[in-house]
């Protein structure tokens, strides 16, 4: 198996994609930032969301500073696997039986305009992602996934969504019935997000890679937020960093999950050239892409919440699964990705109810980033700007669904509460860290202390300590992303401690082992 991974921090995880294995270049623009100017606004994140929102409100004449944390698409962007779908993780008919007809339609609307924006990119600028038009196909093996099936086809019949029935489908297993979703497509993420950086900056935008914003103070009409280098002072701050840091609502509100994707070499041209899905649960999905000259089939499933069930595993079950129903000459690329799931289906974009007028957020998109991420930023640039926009309401971070999603809310935080207690009690027992094998990881007791310890190959122990810094949870070790990940809130730190996602904003303690090794 091919390995890729960066000589510089390059993603949250050690293992790149594709797409970020094919990164080229820094357009940071860096000229014109001044501690003395105040900004319009300041977005924190540089995925699909920011850049979509900073490149429609530069355009529209505002003064953008973007602060992103690493570099451009270090996260979930990154780590797509880049279908752009019309329909959605979150069904339509479920959709209506939470927020009504009228609330499904607007979700499909989302869902169709968000694809559409990204379409309306690449014509405008000319961009040059490897976006194809493509069908997509949903395949139910047994006579429940066939049901399930029959409500996808009755909720996105009843929004208008184009669906049919199909005798013949590209399933790779056998199957009982099947749906065809027309005008369907893929791209290649990082492309995308690069041409939207550059057409930003050229418009006169400013990016700050490497700079990590760890909290937002109002005063006043501004909002500021400190830097080394001095203060950030802008009129308006949209968080886009995936979830808002800090302890706040939308850690009740949204599950973190992490899904797993394979590129791998067929035997044979036997690759697909639609996107297809199963039913299963988790589902799994599968396309082709061309990655340097070589067609690659993109593979993907087994998610799981994270810092639960075991990486290693997931990969293996998922590669297991490919090998089963593919020709696979070989595995070029692993990597895993995280998304967050809404408890009662749809995003949270708008103002933060928890945080100053004119403070943004955008969070929730469950598996369907790319659409939900776009249109995201529409509407944080509608609101920004104070103009209206018909998706407001329904994804207002400040609705209240008492009953949609309310089994979901309490088994999700019950299962948060379990593990803010459980796991205090099953830390490993040892008298000494030399049974850790290098370059493995371990949340160990020691003499009565407890340890996040992890073994480099070069067999030096980097300490830290396994509370969470967000809520106080014990993290779990990830051995495939060389990561400890907090199985409350999905929080990710690197083997140093450092924060690799939120919504955590310090890091991990660091503990000398000298005394314990």
Not at 402 to 416: C, K, L, M, R, Y
Request: proline content about 4%; some cysteine.
């Amino acid at each position: 198996m091919t390995t890729h991974k960066r000589s510089t921090i390059g993603r949250d995880g050690a293992n790149d994609s594709p797409w970020q294995d094919q990164l080229t270049g820094n357009l940071a623009g860096l000229s014109g930032f001044s501690t003395d100017t105040v900004y319009d606004c300041l977005i924190i994140g540089a995925g699909i969301t920011g850049l979509t929102a900073a490149l429609l409100l530069q355009n529209a004449g505002r003064k953008l500073i973007i602060a992103e944390a690493y570099c451009l698409g270090f996260g979930t962007t990154g780590g797509t696997s880049a279908h752009i779908n019309t329909f959605a993780d979150t069904t339509y008919k479920e959709a209506a039986s939470a927020f009504g007809k009228e609330g499904a339609q607007l979700f499909a609307d989302a869902i169709n305009e968000g694809a559409g924006l990204i379409r309306a990119s690449i014509s405008d600028h000319q961009i040059d992602c490897d976006y194809e038009a493509k069908t997509g196909f949903v395949y139910a093996e047994d006579e429940a996934q066939a049901k399930q099936l029959a409500d996808v086809y009755d909720g996105a019949k009843a929004v208008g969504v184009p669906v049919s029935y199909v005798d013949q489908a590209p399933a790779p297993v056998t199957y009982q019935t099947a749906l065809e979703f027309p005008d369907q497509a893929q791209f290649h993420p990082l492309k995308y997000l690069q041409a939207l950086l550059s057409e930003y900056i050229k418009a006169g935008g400013i990016l700050l890679e490497d700079t990590k914003i760890e909290t937002v103070k109002t005063e006043g009409n501004f909002h500021v937020a400190d830097l080394p280098q001095g203060e950030i002072k802008a009129r308006q701050v949209i968080y886009a960093t995936h979830i808002p840091p800090g302890i706040n609502s939308y850690s009740l509100r949204c599950a973190p999950y992490r899904s797993y994707v394979l590129a791998v070499k067929l035997n044979g041209d036997t690759y697909p050239d639609v996107l297809v899905y199963d039913m299963q649960e988790p589902y799994h999905y599968f396309r082709t892409h061309v990655v340097d000259g070589e067609k690659l089939l993109i593979a993907g499933g087994n998610d799981h919440k994270t810092g639960h069930d075991e990486p290693k595993k997931a990969f293996a079950d998922l590669e297991k699964y490919v090998r089963d129903n593919y020709d696979v000459s070989s595995v070029k690329y692993r990597w895993s990705s995280q998304y967050y799931v809404p408890v009662d289906g749809f995003p949270y974009i708008g103002q933060m109810p928890e945080a100053a007028k004119g403070i943004y957020c955008a969070t929730g998109y469950n598996g369907n980033g790319m659409m939900l991420g776009s249109i995201a930023g529409k509407i944080l640039s509608d609101l920004a700007q104070g103009k209206d926009n018909k998706y407001a309401d329904i994804f207002s971070p400040s609705r209240l669904k008492p009953i949609a999603g309310f089994t979901a809310f309490v088994q999700e935080n019950a299962d948060v509460a379990y593990h803010f207690v459980a796991d205090r009690s099953g830390i490993h027992e040892t008298d000494s860290l030399k049974r850790l094998s290098p370059g493995t990881g371990q949340v160990v007791e020691v003499d009565g202390k407890k340890i996040a310890a992890y073994r480099d190959d070069s067999g030096k122990i980097h300490a830290l300590s396994p509370v969470c810094t967000h809520a106080g949870c014990i993290v779990n070790w990830n051995g495939e992303e060389k990561s400890w990940d907090c199985p409350c809130h999905g929080a990710r730190y690197d083997i140093d401690g450092k924060v690799l996602t939120g919504p955590a904003t310090l890091n991990l303690a660091t503990i000398d082992p000298e005394n314990n090794a």
